[in-house]
């Protein structure tokens, strides 16, 4: 299974809101409902941030959404804040027997 | 409130094998929640998942990596491990050990550990 596709790189300004997506094929993104998003800082560990396609866990802000169509899932980051900046990784289960891809992640700029 | 922690060599020399462990604490790995997971990311590059253990033994790989991997775990002592064997530089990388839910999503991480693979 080859990784999702991410853009490397995506910008706002504060207050602005920003898309990034996530393209995988029918055999992943397209078959479940099991796409994933993370926000990783620099030196840190990633931080889950939506499941299950548009589920936030716990404390996560409600600025953060996502959605999927197709073999496309999105995120959606609103209000942009300078906190924001950071990368972000897609991942989605792709069957049993490679039960996790993740995408080449994105870089957001808040400038 | 799970807590997961890496730990194991810094440096491991090329055709050898890398062997880590995770030590968890707040929550048993005999619970039926979680599939207990590696993850990799090597410097300056996006996330690698490696495979993932249930609280049955069963195991689950990365294809790629099915060859040289094997998990296991300690279920009196609440860790679980990875083995690598067969290193080159490319398995030069950030180690992480999670929390897989159903259909994968990581919802737990350790802080990570950087394991070098240079003679």
């Known amino acids: 299974q080859s990784a999702l596709t991410q853009p490397p790189s995506a910008s706002g300004s504060p207050g602005q809101s920003v898309t990034i997506s996530c393209t995988g094929t029918s055999s992943d993104v397209g078959k479940y409902n099991y796409v994933s998003w993370y926000q990783q800082h620099p030196g840190k560990a990633p931080k889950l941030i939506i499941s299950e396609v548009s589920k936030r866990p716990s404390g996560v802000p409600d600025r953060f959404s996502a959605s999927k169509s197709g073999n496309t899932a999105s995120l959606t980051v609103s209000g942009l804040q300078t906190e924001d900046e950071a990368d972000y990784y897609c991942s989605s289960f792709a069957g049993s027997n490679n039960p996790v891809i993740f995408g080449g992640g994105t870089k957001l700029t808040v400038l | 409130q799970l807590q997961l922690q890496e730990s194991g060599p810094g440096l491991v020399k090329p055709s050898e094998t890398l062997s880590l462990i995770c030590t968890v604490s707040?929550?048993?790995?005999?619970?039926?929640?979680?599939?207990w997971a590696w993850i990799r990311q090597p410097p300056g590059k996006g996330l690698e998942w490696i495979g993932s253990?249930?609280?049955?033994?069963?195991?689950y790989f990365n294809p790629s990596l099915m060859s040289r991997a094997t998990i296991s775990r300690e279920t009196s002592k609440n860790k679980f491990s990875l083995k690598l064997s067969s290193v080159t530089a490319a398995d030069t990388a950030v180690y992480y050990c999670?929390?897989?839910?159903?259909?994968?999503?990581?919802?737990?991480w350790g802080q990570g550990t950087l394991v070098t693979v240079s003679s």
């Open positions: 707040g929550g048993s790995i005999s619970s039926s929640t979680y599939y």
């Open positions: 999670g929390t897989n839910l159903v259909g994968g999503a990581t919802e737990y």
């Open positions: 253990i249930y609280y049955s033994g069963s195991t």
